[in-house]
């Protein structure tokens, strides 16, 4: 599975900004698509998952009520739809691919393909 992250970009504080990750390589099906992010001198971080076989999201603490996981089968595209944005979201965002079956795979050690990350910057 290759994935290439995008979307990313310079927002003010509030702002909203959709980002995408177009995955090509075999059916998704199998698969829990997720979303990391790291800022500078930190961890990667947990944001959101989905289940691409029936959409089942997943969200970390930062995420929460702020963002929203979606995708599109038909284009093989996982999104990360962010709302009211801060400057504590400035990160690289990644996407992620964890071969999973019907399990939910979202810690940073499972995944299995990454993309090269999309930079989002959130200025006050």
């Known amino acids: 599975v290759q994935l290439q992250a995008s979307g990313g970009g310079l927002v003010q504080a509030g702002a909203s900004l959709r980002l995408s990750c177009a995955a090509s390589?075999?059916?998704?099906?199998?698969?829990?698509m997720n979303w990391f992010r790291q800022a500078p001198g930190k961890e990667r971080e947990f944001v959101a998952a989905?289940?691409?076989?029936?959409?089942?999201?997943w969200y970390g603490d930062a995420a929460k009520g702020r963002f929203t996981i979606a995708k599109d089968n038909a284009k093989n595209t996982l999104y990360l739809n962010m709302n009211r944005l801060k400057p504590d979201d400035t990160a690289v965002y990644y996407c992620?691919?964890?071969?999973?079956?019907?399990?939910?795979?979202?810690?940073?050690?499972?995944?299995?393909?990454w993309g090269k990350g999309t930079q989002v910057t959130v200025s006050s």
């Open positions: 989905i289940r691409w076989n029936d959409g089942s999201p």
């Open positions: 992620a691919a964890a071969l999973a079956g019907d399990q939910i795979v979202i810690s940073y050690g499972g995944m299995d393909y």
């Open positions: 390589g075999p059916t998704l099906s199998s698969y829990t």
